[in-house]
């Protein structure tokens, strides 16, 4: 089947009516919002995202909706600091909206999760964002207090995170540099909007930065795939990893390719599709550490060839199924199937590479401007924090705080000059 067909096939069938996504359906935003009351708060970025956020309102205010306040609401900078979560917080309270509908992406998206868990349930449990750190923590608070948080339908803008179809939001302490993460079916958007159109206008930097995110979602999470979601997890990253390695090219070739942008919005939203079947581990975890230097995409896209060298005993069976997509496009010249064991692993790492120098990213820590030691250190500290010890529980190789400096501190030294010799398995 034609890969874009079985993404539109893949999606529809997993959200139904609570995902409006494909080219040109801005103007259906209206009726989706009715749905979950009268009294919306729109939250954007007004500058760069003006027209569309003009375009968002009138469909909302056309299907009988008011809008409160009556002007935007200022969303959030890149990588959700929690400064603009509290903020967000603050509008929520003062204005009593019905439901939220945020516009941009995932910082605005991940920054307005976090408001609104402040807002239902700050004066009954904490109104400090770091209580709500870690997994499954929201479902408790609504356990305990018996409330809810209002609906939040988001608009997605960007082909990245994904994070309109998901349970995370990544915020971030800007002065420790460093990225935390809420795991919760509870903050999911109730419905959510993408229309790929809005993707044409996105720097290609940006774009880029998503196309590797959406190879590190469903790749990351096909590595670690338990038998019961072995072959959901497959058909959903050969799907986007093929749209992902055919397309990129394209659209940064000409940015204006609605092909191109319609493939690279399909394969980011089965991205969002495989965290909520699973999990992701060693990349994203490293990436939280880098957040002051490089995107989140970006970051895990350095990272993962580097994991899936360590991971190699684990995942052959999930290495030759992104190993022969990487043939197919030329990134790697051996057939994955003939090769065994690390040479497996370390084939389809360089393919990875191979890849992500092909679309301009870096493939090295040393290549990313402004990093320093100080990152190993920083690294290394973040993965032993039990608030993100599911990432480590994630990995095909699990591995525990007492494992990260003999077998996570090589991987970080390999991913720092390039060299994948250096690393240990387990």
Not at 196 to 223: N, R
């Amino acid at each position: 089947m034609d890969m874009i067909k079985r993404a539109y096939a893949l999606l529809g069938d997993w959200k139904k009516d609570d995902y409006v996504f494909g080219m040109g359906v801005l103007g259906q935003l209206g009726e989706v919002v009715k749905r979950y009351g009268q009294k919306v708060m729109v939250v954007s970025m007004d500058t760069f995202l003006k027209e569309l956020t003009d375009r968002a309102m009138a469909s909302i205010e056309a299907a009988g909706c008011r809008l409160v306040p009556d002007t935007v609401v200022p969303g959030a900078k890149p990588n959700a600091p929690r400064e603009d979560v509290y903020r967000l917080e603050s509008y929520l309270l003062h204005y009593e909206p019905d439901c939220v509908v945020v516009i941009g992406g995932g910082s605005a998206i991940d920054a307005c999760k976090a408001a609104m868990i402040l807002a239902a349930y700050g004066r009954q449990v904490t109104p400090e964002i770091d209580g709500y750190f870690g997994t499954g923590m929201v479902t408790r608070a609504a356990e305990d207090t018996g409330k809810s948080m209002i609906p939040l339908i988001a608009v997605e803008t960007s082909a990245s995170s994904g994070a309109h179809l998901t349970k995370y939001s990544n915020i971030t302490d800007p002065v420790a540099g460093q990225k935390k993460l809420i795991v919760d079916p509870a903050i999911t958007p109730r419905a959510a909007l993408f229309d790929y159109e809005t993707t044409m206008s996105m720097p290609v930097s940006v774009s880029v930065d998503g196309a590797l995110d959406a190879i590190a979602h469903t790749f990351e999470v096909f590595c670690g795939a338990k038998p019961e979601t072995y072959d959901l997890a497959k058909d959903l990253v050969e799907t986007a990893i093929e749209l992902t390695v055919a397309y990129t090219p394209a659209m940064i070739d000409n940015p204006r390719d609605a092909v191109a942008r319609e493939a690279l919005g399909l394969a980011t939203d089965l991205g969002g599709y495989a965290i909520m079947i699973g999990g992701t581990s060693g990349a994203h975890l490293t990436s939280f550490s880098l957040v002051d230097l490089v995107a989140h995409g970006t970051a895990c896209g350095i990272m993962n060839p580097y994991y899936a060298v360590f991971y190699s005993p684990a995942i052959q069976p999930q290495l030759a199924v992104v190993g022969n997509i990487l043939r197919k496009y030329g990134f790697i010249e051996r057939d994955p199937e003939s090769l065994e064991g690390r040479e497996r692993a370390e084939e389809v790492a360089r393919g990875l590479m191979a890849f992500g120098r092909a679309i301009g990213a870096p493939t090295r820590l040393k290549d990313v401007k402004g990093f320093q030691e100080e990152h190993v250190h920083r690294i290394l500290e973040a993965a032993k924090d039990p608030q993100l010890s599911m990432k480590l529980q994630n990995m095909p190789i699990p591995m525990t705080g007492e494992d990260v400096e003999p077998y996570m501190g090589p991987i970080i030294r390999a991913a720092v000059d390039g060299d994948l010799k250096g690393i240990v398995n387990k």
